[in-house]
């Protein structure tokens, strides 16, 4: 029902040189912003020829705090390249945690491994993402504030092309 959301992924899709369907799972458009997954951020990582293979996780496990760090392989020059530790003491003082997928214990570790990644990313080939923050973020940070996000609220660039969108299906149709 976003003509105008569908028109930004497709142009992105083909300037980026993605597969439609890539772009169009990976990235969602809220509020008038462009929230990329962290799985599209990790294959764009991943395929940028920055890094030789897969990330590797550490994981570290103390009393009640789980925490989480990437590490992968320079391509360049093949030393060991490592991230922040990201753990649920970061999450809970975040307010993360309100997001309902935390309170899994397996979830938890999974939230937590892409929000590692997304840091890693974000710090070693911040070329490869589109900066903001993530769908996942986004998802954490209005459960912590407690704001939904919805379709009447769309401002900014998009609402400009959405509205030219409308403009051009309305004068196609009395053609």
């Known amino acids: 029902g976003k003509p105008a959301d569908v028109f930004v992924l497709l142009d992105l899709a083909e300037s980026l040189n993605e597969p439609y369907w890539k772009v169009i799972n990976g990235i969602r458009v809220a509020q008038g912003r462009l929230m990329v997954t962290a799985e599209f951020q990790i294959g764009r990582a991943l395929s ?26 320079s391509a360049q020059t093949g030393e060991t390249v490592i991230g922040p530790w990201v753990d649920l003491k970061m999450a809970k ?46 998802e954490d940070v209005a459960a912590a504030q407690a704001v939904s996000y919805s379709a009447s609220t769309s401002s900014g660039g998009v609402a400009m092309i959405e509205a030219k969108a409308n403009d051009l299906v309305e004068k196609n149709e009395t053609v």
Not at 48 to 65: A, C, I, L, M, W
Not at 100 to 113: C, D, G, T, V
């Open 93 to 138: 003082a975040d307010g993360w945690t309100r997001n309902k997928k935390y309170q899994n214990p397996e979830m938890a570790e999974h939230m937590l491994r892409l929000r590692a990644a997304t840091f890693f990313i974000r710090l070693h080939c911040p070329q490869t993402t589109f900066g903001g923050m993530t769908a996942e973020e986004g």
């Open 48 to 73: 940028s020829g920055v890094f030789r293979g897969t990330f590797e996780y550490d994981r570290k496990k103390e009393k009640d705090n789980l925490g989480i760090r990437v590490k992968a392989i």
